[in-house]
């Protein structure tokens, strides 16, 4: 599955001119996928294909079939369930001990992710200034997260840690 590096896409649609594309030929092409990959991701496929088809639409005055483009590549049902998984609290911390075995920063990582519930690309953009060690209820200010659209007026929140972990940051810090 993943990005399509052979145009296998446009070879399955390259026998019609987008403009000439019917409802059936888009979702015979999106059905056919079904058995080769995960429903969500033939929705993330049937999204960028889309997606070119609107462009080439915008671009092109004579393409006058987009009601087409949104019949026949509707996304399938059911692939949208998210796949939560809780682990208990002696599972995470028995992945954070040997994360601090393999190495002294990257157990710091984990420990941070652990404790805060941040996402890798939010931890990885902490600087020294937004840990507030200095405090009775020790925080760092995570930036926030790149999910959703548009600007964000709020760019850190304030998301309580341990004493132990404001700690070894510090220690860390210096």
């Known amino acids: 599955?993943?990005?399509?590096?052979?145009?296998?896409?446009?070879?399955?649609?390259?026998?019609?001119?987008?403009?000439?594309l019917t409802v059936r030929d888009?979702?015979?092409?999106?059905?056919?996928?079904?058995?080769?990959?995960?429903?969500?991701?033939?929705?993330r496929t049937r999204t960028g294909l889309r997606a070119a088809l609107e462009l080439a639409a915008t671009l092109d005055h004579r393409i006058t079939n987009r009601h087409v483009f949104r019949l026949g590549?509707?996304?399938?049902?059911?692939?949208?369930?998210?796949?939560?998984?809780?682990?208990?609290?002696?599972?995470?911390?028995?992945i954070v001990n040997a994360a601090y075995e393999v190495d002294q920063a990257f157990g710091l990582l984990v420990d941070v992710l652990a404790v805060t519930g941040?996402?890798?690309?939010?931890?990885?953009r902490l600087?020294?200034?937004?840990?507030?060690?200095?405090?009775?209820d020790p925080r760092i200010m995570m930036p926030t997260s790149f999910k959703g659209r548009g600007q964000k007026r709020i760019t850190h929140r304030p998301v309580p840690i341990t004493l132990a972990l404001a700690m070894a940051l510090k220690r860390a810090k210096g």
């Open 26 to 43: 888009l979702q015979a092409w999106r059905d056919g996928l079904i058995d080769k990959m995960e429903a969500s991701s033939v929705n």
């Open 127 to 136: 600087t020294c200034g937004d840990l507030q060690a200095d405090r009775p």
């Open 1 to 20: 599955a993943g990005p399509d590096p052979k145009g296998k896409i446009a070879l399955a649609l390259a026998g019609k001119p987008v403009g000439m």
């Open 73 to 94: 590549l509707r996304g399938l049902p059911g692939s949208n369930k998210a796949r939560r998984i809780v682990l208990a609290d002696a599972e995470v911390l028995r």
């Open 118 to 124: 941040a996402r890798m690309s939010q931890a990885a």
